[in-house]
């Protein structure tokens, strides 16, 4: 079956330094994998995405991910935390075998300590 | 380009009423998927709409039904309201979902609070 896992509830991080949101992931062919966002009362925002080519992807607000296919994971990352990156974040990936719907992580909440 | 609208923003619905979201997609994008977030389980996928079709389903019961207009517009209604169905209810909408690079954007969502 089809599945993603964020293995972390929460991430607690100073701010200044480098955070890592973890994903591992379960899918059968390519994956297509997406990051996205969730701001208190607030709807999903888009991140970014891997489709195929480069490993490293980057997107939006200085975040980054990296894929590695030996280990089924899409971490995001990003160099310096800024107090505003505390949100919830979410991981997703493609189901194929389920006219392509989005399959989703649990949420791993971030915290960006001053 | 406008974004994903959903109205009402919130709700507050008495056990056993009905009750009607609506969701206005992006411009151009003929899907509009559906879901319920709760914090104890998460993001939860209710159905998505393509072309005024139904062409997904999650694990909801009856209760819980959409429609998709000719506009892309699409609305979703729950019946026989419960306790439990007080959550935030989620839009998204994209070109289609079959486009597999595609990713979903979302509306700010409908807090639901059954009472």
């Known amino acids: 079956a089809q599945s993603v896992a964020q293995p972390e509830d929460q991430v607690n991080v100073a701010e200044g330094n480098p955070l890592t949101v973890k994903c591992t992931y379960s899918?059968?062919?390519?994956?297509?994998l997406f990051w996205y966002v969730q701001y208190p009362n607030r709807g999903l925002q888009f991140l970014l995405k891997y489709i195929t080519g480069d490993n490293l992807v980057k997107g939006s607000y200085g975040f980054e991910a990296e894929f590695n296919k030996s280990q089924t994971s899409f971490h995001l990352k990003k160099p310096s935390a800024l107090v505003s990156d505390s949100a919830l974040y979410f991981c997703?990936?493609?189901?194929?075998?389920?006219?392509?719907?989005?399959?989703w992580g649990a949420g791993t909440k971030l915290i960006i300590k001053p | 380009k406008a974004g994903v609208t959903q109205t009402p923003r919130y709700l507050i619905k008495t056990r056993g009423q009905q009750v009607t979201l609506s969701c206005s997609p992006i411009?151009?994008?003929?899907?509009v998927s559906w879901y319920q977030q709760t914090p104890g389980q998460g993001l939860q996928f209710l159905f998505e709409?393509?072309?005024?079709?139904?062409?997904n389903k999650g694990n909801f019961p009856g209760r819980f039904s959409g429609r998709q207009f000719s506009n892309s517009r699409s609305e979703m209604n729950v019946s026989t309201l419960e306790l439990g169905d007080s959550a935030l209810y989620l839009c998204?909408?994209?070109?289609?979902?079959?486009?597999?690079?595609?990713?979903?954007?979302f509306g700010q969502g409908t807090r639901l609070t059954v009472v």
């Open positions: 411009s151009g994008h003929r899907s």
């Open positions: 899918v059968s062919g390519n994956p297509y």
């Open positions: 709409y393509f072309s005024e079709t139904q062409r």
């Open positions: 997703a990936v493609r189901d194929m075998n389920s006219n392509y719907q989005l399959i």
């Open positions: 998204a909408s994209s070109l289609d979902v079959a486009v597999l690079n595609t990713e979903a954007f």
